[in-house]
């Protein structure tokens, strides 16, 4: 469905010299999997992100879209704006906060990309705002204004906006960040829940292990712009459970510790360390996501 090929983003230093955030990004997702992107802070997972959906635009490189109703591939980076924004209305995205209009009911937000991108009569559109507030358990919140609803709710709310549509592939940017542990669980089994019913696929950028190894088929792990690994859930299982003495590679070595969340290790030994990277470490670095 989504093909990603040698992509390049850089960004400015606060000296004003190019840092490349990504360096030579190459993947594929797969029709109706669940595809979780992850790595630490700093390491080009959110910009990856916006590239997927055309917030920002890499120097090079393609980022090619084959959806079940297309009649051909196409490639995001050669695209108007208009012709983009097409092709945005087949895909979801679940803000990291939810992103609700704080001016509108949580039905009201259901509802804005079918008032905005349909000709839906308004009691259909009361019907799938109905049907959308179900599939996340928020139908007796539909009148309540997001500042009325917990961070939780926030997010199953976006969820519903965001499957208004019925898009075919759903961008998740950090849907556990800020929750607790239940409802973190109940949030991932409803990513779980819609992929199924829906028939979607998804793209979950997160840096929560628990949430990544509850719902991913398939792992992409990044380090310093660059894809250090993409396998299958239970390649990822293998290294995480692998004794350090028996890893193989300072790629694996990396892995296992960001996984197990471990402090002593290469990802903490400063040693060798571009100054991008350690701009990264000190908080100072303009893309620190």
């Known amino acids: 469905m989504l093909s990603i090929c040698d992509l390049a983003k850089t960004f400015p230093d606060r000296l004003g010299n190019p840092v490349r955030v990504l360096n030579g990004i190459s993947f594929d997702v797969y029709a109706g999997e669940t595809l979780v992107i992850m790595g630490g802070s700093g390491?080009?997972?959110?910009?990856?992100?916006?590239?997927?959906?055309g917030e920002l635009k890499p120097e090079s490189g393609s980022i090619v879209y084959q959806t079940q109703s297309m009649s051909q591939p196409v490639?995001?980076?050669?695209?108007?704006?208009?012709?983009?924004?097409?092709?945005?209305?087949?895909?979801?995205i679940l803000f990291q906060s939810g992103a609700l209009f704080?001016?509108?009911?949580?039905?009201?937000?259901?509802?804005?990309?079918?008032?905005?991108?349909?000709?839906?009569?308004?009691?259909i559109i009361d019907i799938v705002v109905t049907?959308?507030?179900?599939?996340?358990?928020?139908?007796?919140?539909?009148?309540?204004m997001p500042s009325q609803l917990s961070g939780g709710q926030k997010k199953r709310g976006g969820l519903a906006r965001a499957t208004a549509m019925d898009p075919e592939i759903l961008f998740y940017d950090e849907p556990s960040a800020g929750l607790d542990p239940v409802t973190s669980a109940a949030i991932d089994d409803l990513i779980m829940d819609l992929s199924k019913k829906l028939q979607v696929t998804s793209v979950v950028v997160t840096h929560e292990m628990d949430s990544a190894f509850r719902i991913a088929d398939r792992?992409?792990?990044?380090?310093?712009?660059?894809?250090?690994?993409?396998?299958?859930?239970?390649?990822?299982?293998?290294?995480?459970?692998?004794?350090?003495?028996?890893?193989?590679?300072?790629?694996?070595?990396?892995?296992h510790q960001f996984l197990n969340?471990?402090?002593?290790?290469?990802?903490?030994?400063?040693?060798?360390?571009?100054?991008?990277?350690?701009?990264?470490?000190a908080g100072e670095c303009p893309d620190a996501t």
């Open 102 to 123: 704080n001016s509108m009911t949580l039905a009201e937000n259901v509802a804005l990309p079918l008032k905005e991108h349909s000709y839906v009569d308004p009691s």
């Open 219 to 255: 792992m992409v792990m990044l380090d310093r712009g660059r894809v250090l690994m993409i396998g299958a859930r239970s390649d990822f299982e293998a290294i995480r459970d692998t004794p350090t003495d028996q890893l193989i590679g300072a790629d694996q070595k990396l892995i």
């Open 75 to 92: 490639d995001l980076l050669n695209m108007d704006e208009t012709t983009l924004n097409e092709l945005r209305k087949r895909f979801g």
């Open 131 to 144: 049907l959308k507030l179900q599939q996340v358990h928020m139908l007796e919140h539909r009148d309540k």
């Open 43 to 53: 390491c080009g997972k959110s910009t990856l992100l916006n590239c997927l959906i």
């Open 261 to 281: 969340g471990d402090t002593q290790g290469p990802l903490t030994d400063e040693e060798g360390l571009s100054e991008y990277e350690k701009l990264i470490l």
